[in-house]
């Protein structure tokens, strides 16, 4: 059973940064993809960044320039650095990773924005 760990959210100013980090347990695997989503209250799950295989990266445009997505197979991890963070970032941030035909959750981490 894999299981992903969340980490690094929390309570930021406009303008400020965080970086999340999600880990995934058991042993090495072969990700399809790793990524971030995130939801606020009363919205759908929404994309934030994806790493797609090893090497292309997929960002939504309201994070562009912003938030940077990294992630290292050897490691099982995936993370997101968010600068120059916006009221309208606040969410529960989830990571997913997709290995094989299977998709894995984080139970997501809290982000808010607010001075």
């Known amino acids: 059973q894999v299981q992903l760990v969340e980490s690094g959210g929390g309570l930021v100013q406009p303008g400020g940064s965080l970086r999340l980090s999600c880990a995934a347990s058991?042993?090495?695997?072969?990700?399809?993809?790793m990524g971030w989503y995130r939801q606020s209250p009363g919205k759908e799950r929404e994309l934030v960044a994806v790493?797609?295989?090893?090497?292309?990266?997929i960002y939504a445009d309201s994070v562009k320039g912003r938030f940077t997505i990294s992630g290292d197979n050897t490691k099982n991890t995936v993370n997101l650095q968010m600068n120059s963070l916006k009221p309208e970032d606040t969410a529960v941030y989830h990571c997913?990773?997709?290995?094989?035909?299977?998709?894995?959750w984080g139970q997501g981490t809290q982000v808010t924005v607010s001075s």
């Open positions: 997913k990773m997709v290995i094989g035909i299977y998709d894995y």
């Open positions: 058991g042993t090495r695997f072969s990700f399809r993809s």
């Open positions: 790493i797609i295989g090893t090497a292309k990266t």
